[in-house]
C-alpha cells in the first residue's frame, strides 16, 4: 500500500488568498494525485501529476511534484469559499491498492 | 468524466439488520472497485478490494464473514453489512477504475451514510 502524508493537516485563510498544500510520500511512484473531499461528501479527483512531470496546471490549481525529495505541492490561486473542503494526496499508479493520507483540511473565510 | 453512483445515499437500520450498498459505474467498465469507510473528522481507511468475478481481498482487521463484497459484473459492486451494530454506522465510499483506459485514476461515488440504531 502506498500512503501521503499531507501537511499542514489544517488551514485557514481569507478569500483571495493563495493556498499551499504540501505532500510527502515514501516509496516510488508513478503519478500523485490530489482529490478533494466536501464534508460528508464523496470524492472529487482534481489533478493527476505524473512521475515524470515537475509540474501541471489545471484552473486555478498548480501542483509541483519533486521526485528528488518525494514531495509534491498543490497551490489554489485566488481562493474561494468553495474551496473550503478537506485535499487528500495519493500515489497512484499500476493495480496496486491506494491508501489515503488524513487529508488536510482548508478553510476559506468569506 | 467518469462517474460513480451510490445507492442508498442514506440509510438508517435497526440493530441486528443487513444493510445493502450499490456501486455502481455509470459510463464505463470497472475491473476493480474499491470500498473504503470514513470515520467523523478521519480519513478514508480501504476496508477492500472488489474484483470482478473474483473473491475480495479484504484488508486486515476487516471482517468478511460481516462485509460481504459481490462484484457480479463490470458495472457494480455491493457491499452488505451483515448484522449490523451501532458501531458500524460510518460513511462508506466506494471508487473505481476504468479498466478501458491506464486505471491510474480512481472515480469516487457520493458516499453512503449508513446509521445503526
Known amino acids: 500500500s502506498q500512503q501521503g502524508e499531507e501537511d499542514p493537516q489544517a488551514l485557514s485563510i481569507q478569500e483571495g488568498e493563495n493556498a499551499t498544500m504540501n505532500c510527502s510520500y515514501k516509496?516510488?511512484?508513478?503519478?500523485l494525485q490530489w482529490y478533494r473531499q466536501n464534508s460528508g461528501r464523496g470524492l472529487v479527483h482534481l489533478i493527476l501529476?505524473?512521475?515524470?512531470?515537475r509540474e501541471k496546471h489545471s484552473g486555478r490549481l498548480r501542483v509541483t511534484l519533486d521526485t528528488s525529495k518525494k514531495s509534491s505541492s498543490l497551490l489554489i490561486t485566488a481562493s474561494r469559499a468553495a474551496d473550503t473542503a478537506s485535499y487528500f494526496c495519493?500515489?497512484?499508479?499500476?493495480?496496486?491498492?491506494?491508501?489515503f493520507g488524513k487529508g488536510m483540511k482548508l478553510t476559506v473565510n468569506p | 468524466g467518469a462517474v460513480v453512483s451510490q445507492h442508498p445515499s442514506r440509510v438508517i437500520c435497526k440493530s441486528g439488520t443487513s444493510v445493502k450498498i450499490e456501486c455502481r459505474s455509470l459510463?464505463?467498465?470497472?475491473?476493480?472497485m474499491f470500498w473504503y469507510r470514513q470515520f467523523p473528522k478521519q480519513s478514508l481507511m480501504l476496508m477492500a478490494t472488489?474484483?470482478?468475478?473474483?473473491?475480495?481481498?479484504?484488508e486486515q482487521g476487516v471482517e468478511k464473514d460481516k462485509f460481504l463484497i459481490n462484484h457480479a459484473s463490470l458495472t457494480l459492486s455491493t457491499l452488505t453489512v451483515t448484522s449490523a451494530h451501532p458501531e458500524d454506522s460510518s460513511f462508506y465510499i466506494c471508487?473505481?477504475?476504468?479498466?478501458?483506459?491506464?486505471?491510474?485514476?480512481?472515480?469516487f461515488g457520493p458516499g453512503t451514510r449508513l446509521l445503526v440504531l
Open positions: 459510463d464505463f467498465q470497472a475491473t476493480t
Open positions: 495519493l500515489e497512484g499508479g499500476g493495480s496496486e491498492k491506494l491508501v
Open positions: 516509496t516510488s511512484i508513478n503519478n
Open positions: 501529476i505524473r512521475s515524470n512531470e
Open positions: 471508487s473505481a477504475r476504468d479498466a478501458g483506459f491506464t486505471q491510474e485514476t480512481q472515480y
Open positions: 472488489s474484483n470482478e468475478g473474483s473473491k475480495a481481498t479484504y
